[in-house]
């Protein structure tokens, strides 16, 4: 049944005393994002699955809000947790979906168990200063599509990058110029909530999971881990950003081995 309030989720939930993971996409992605996961994760937990405003499902639906924020969209997605009556959930994000996951986190941390970040976007580079305060000028210029396809060039430059850039490209189609100028207009506090969540107390047991080729984000995530002791850090070989996708079966081992060591304590 649809419920035109909250965000469009779907659920797979065939452990009725099992543990929650709620998986939160990236930019221009959606549920489908996941499909690699969804069967093998399924089997171990209950999981959420959703569509971020302005993707996939939810640009079906009419939207007027004006402008995103993080904390914004973190409140969207514990609307949807309330709803299934979840007081426990693991946050699993990919990408930007992983700052949403730790905004989250420090909204109620009382409600998370854990986090695993894919790809985790943690601190920004220079470069990537550069490029998020050029980039409302830049995606006028050349299109909000162009841009974007730009981008993730630049995050995902390799041959064997090819179908996690080929995926996020076709998902991100979804989105129109109007969710497309929302979501990049977001990259302009972007260092700053950045620098705050880097800094914030890291409690809850975390992994993150990067690719050893994750040229833009490797650096400061192998920092994240050295200053929180609650964080694991594990990075797979010849893989790029979107690890969940690239490296998928990697992932989910990484994933379930973590959590059941986690939760069979």
Known sequence: MAHPDLLHFETHASHPHGRW????????????????????????????????????????RTNTEAAYTFEGIGQRIWEVVDHLGLQKVTLVGVSLGTVI????????????????????????????????????????????????KLSAAIMMPRRNHDASRKVFIRESRHLSTAEFRKWTAMYRGLDRTLTQLFAAPSNAP?????????????????????????????????????????????????????????FDR
């Open 206 to 262: 975390h992994l993150v999971v990067m690719g050893a080729q994750d040229h833009l984000f490797l650096d400061q995530a192998q920092r994240y881990a050295q200053s929180h002791p609650s964080v694991q850090l594990a990075v797979i070989p010849r893989c790029g950003h979107v690890v969940t996708i690239e490296r998928a079966d990697h992932f989910n081992a990484l994933c379930i081995d973590f959590l059941n060591t986690l």
């Open 21 to 60: 993971l709620v998986l939160i996409h990236g930019a221009g992605g959606s549920t489908v994002t996941w499909k690699r996961q969804v069967p093998v994760l399924s089997e171990h937990f209950n999981l959420v699955l959703l569509d971020l405003p302005g993707h996939g499902r939810m640009a079906e």
């Open 101 to 148: 996951a730790l905004t989250m986190r420090a909204e109620r941390p009382h409600q998370v168990e854990a986090l695993v970040n894919g790809g985790a976007i943690l601190r920004l580079s220079t470069r990537l200063k550069v490029l998020a305060r050029s980039s409302l000028l830049l995606a006028k210029v050349i299109g909000y599509p162009a841009f974007y």
